[in-house]
């Protein structure tokens, strides 16, 4: 993970002072900027592996720069904030955000979500037909999906589902995010069709589906896909 430009769009001084003294001491890269505004200018130009970003900057709302960032790029971006209102958490992540931590913050746990992400980066950037993820192994193109060896038997939906799930492993997704792109635009509010196919793909691919490993529920929010081949 070494090498890694990190930017930090974080008006706090003392916020932004200790992440910088993190990232020096694991290695990583960081510059950083207090406002909207810089923030852009920043970004154009050191092109940066990973944002990290407040929501209450002084010149707006840390969502409104996700959002532009969005539209040029698709890098991973993890919102801290004092915000922790669900409410809050969803509009960041329904904007373009990956991963939202609320602060107080454990360094430990920001730099898990940073490593998380940052793989996530590196097998988009080197995608093949094959994708493994723990027991579960994907053909993209023969769109075969094989559990433990064994060939997985799924409908079309629950296909459709498990392939958007581990395409964006380790990351948040809402519940719209998630009903928007398995199916389609007009069925954002269908939570139930969503519930259905999550508990029906838990029986399939957990050794446990009240104690899931792979797909774990964000309380509020949505599902997190957990992949760790390490």
């Given amino acids: 993970m070494n090498n890694?430009?990190?930017?930090?769009?974080?008006?706090?001084?003392?916020?932004?002072?200790?992440?910088?003294?993190?990232?020096?001491?694991?290695?990583?890269?960081?510059?950083?900027?207090?406002?909207?505004?810089?923030?852009?200018?920043?970004?154009?130009?050191?092109?940066?592996?990973?944002?990290?970003?407040?929501?209450?900057?002084?010149?707006g709302d840390g969502k409104e720069f996700i959002k532009q960032i969005r539209e040029i790029s698709k890098l991973p971006i993890i919102v801290l904030s004092?915000?922790?209102?669900?409410?809050?958490?969803?509009?960041?992540?329904?904007?373009?955000?990956?991963?939202?931590?609320?602060?107080?913050?454990?360094?430990?746990?920001?730099?898990?979500?940073i490593r998380a992400n940052l793989r996530r980066k590196i097998n988009e950037e080197n995608i093949s037909d094959t994708i493994t993820?723990?027991?579960?192994?994907?053909?993209?193109?023969?769109?075969?999906?094989?559990?433990?060896?064994?060939?997985?038997?799924?409908?079309?939906?629950?296909y459709e589902l498990l392939k958007y799930f581990i395409l964006n492993t380790n990351k948040t997704l809402t519940h719209k995010q998630i009903l928007k792109e398995v199916w389609g635009v007009g069925y954002q509010n269908e939570m139930q069709y969503l519930r259905t196919y999550v508990n029906a793909l838990r029986k399939k691919i957990e050794q446990n589906s009240t104690r899931p490993t792979y797909i774990k529920t964000e309380s509020g929010i949505g599902y997190r896909f957990n992949c760790n081949n390490e």
């Fill in 4 to 59: 890694y430009l990190i930017q930090i769009v974080e008006d706090d001084p003392s916020v932004k002072k200790l992440l910088e003294i993190t990232f020096k001491e694991y290695q990583f890269k960081s510059v950083s900027c207090e406002s909207k505004k810089s923030a852009f200018g920043m970004f154009l130009g050191h092109n940066p592996d990973l944002l990290i970003v407040d929501l209450g900057l002084p010149d």
């Fill in 82 to 113: 004092a915000r922790h209102d669900e409410r809050e958490i969803v509009a960041a992540l329904d904007a373009g955000a990956d991963d939202y931590i609320t602060k107080p913050f454990s360094v430990n746990e920001l730099l898990a979500r």
């Fill in 133 to 158: 993820c723990g027991a579960l192994e994907m053909n993209i193109a023969s769109r075969d999906i094989f559990f433990k060896k064994e060939p997985l038997k799924l409908t079309p939906i629950e």
